[in-house]
């Protein structure tokens, strides 16, 4: 409909190019002479006074033709079209199933090696009721505590040398941990499990299952009331064992943060 009413603009525009009348001399009554003397200046101007209009319509109507071009009007394309014909010379190209064969043997050799480096039926769970962090007030850092529950399903014993949570390694007992309350300090205690940290040989029986507790100290205060990190247990073989782990601040330092708040 657009094109149909953009070609009849342009027929009736070069219809009235021409059919334009020309514009007669300007006359002038006070110098009537001035046409007798001057005849060719006056012929001279008056084409040019109908060159100018016709040439700017004729402009106007080159340019409503030129918009009536598919490159300006937008018609549709078939894409569906077009990507159904690059799918088809794809699919019947030898590059493409040497790709295929390329990716199905790296995601199958991604499979074997993390096999291989993994512990073999070892599990990891978190206890999440002994697993909290801290803002320490003594050293100005995080204190953290995760436990675990371990259990080997194995015919043969793991030796763990290393439990890292996000890069930081396993401490040494941290002895004591003491929250600065509104009235009195709070001290925290800590699981009642066996406590694991870096250089100790910790080994586990087969089909034996056994809970511990790890501390971890990081210098990056933080606000927040949940982390999240990795965290990776190796054993005497290098192979390991990686689970992600949500850890929440602890509840008394959280009261205490909320007596404090209310007091401001």
């Known amino acids: 409909m657009i094109g149909s009413f953009l070609s009849y603009l342009t027929s009736w525009i070069l219809s009235r190019c021409t059919t334009c009348p020309r514009r007669t ?4 009554i006070q110098h009537p002479e001035s046409r007798i003397e001057h005849p060719v200046s006056s012929i001279q101007h008056q084409a040019s006074s109908i060159k100018h209009p016709v ?3 004729k402009y106007l109507a080159s340019s409503i033709y030129l918009l009536q071009t598919p490159i300006i009007r937008g018609e549709e394309v078939d894409r569906f ?17 040497f790709v295929v064969v390329c990716i199905g043997i790296a995601i199958a050799l991604i499979f074997l090696y993390n096999r291989r480096k993994t512990i073999p039926d070892f599990e ?9 962090f801290v803002t320490r007030d003594d050293t100005n850092r995080v204190g953290i505590v995760v436990s675990l529950n371990l259990n080997n399903r194995a015919t043969r014993g793991v030796y763990i040398k290393n439990c890292k949570l996000s890069g930081y390694s396993a401490k040494d007992h941290p002895g004591e941990i003491y929250l600065k309350g509104t009235e009195e300090n709070q ?19 087969p089909y034996f299952s056994e809970k511990i507790w790890v501390y971890y100290e990081s210098r990056a205060v933080t ?3 949940v982390l999240g990190a990795p ?3 190796r054993d ?3 192979k390991r064992k990686s689970i992600q782990v949500q850890i929440p601040r602890h509840a008394d330092q959280i009261a205490i943060y909320q007596d404090l708040a209310k007091m401001w």
């Open 231 to 233: 965290l990776t247990i």
């Open 124 to 132: 990891v769970s978190v206890i999440s009721e002994d697993t909290w």
């Open 81 to 97: 079209g077009e990507i159904k014909k690059i799918g088809s010379s794809l699919l019947s190209s030898n590059i493409f199933y």
């Open 55 to 57: 040439s700017s319509i």
């Open 25 to 28: 001399a300007d006359t002038s």
């Open 187 to 205: 001290n925290l205690n800590f699981p009642e499990y066996k406590h694991f940290c870096r250089g100790q040989d910790y080994y586990l029986g």
């Open 223 to 225: 606000m927040r009331n």
């Open 236 to 238: 005497s073989q290098k």
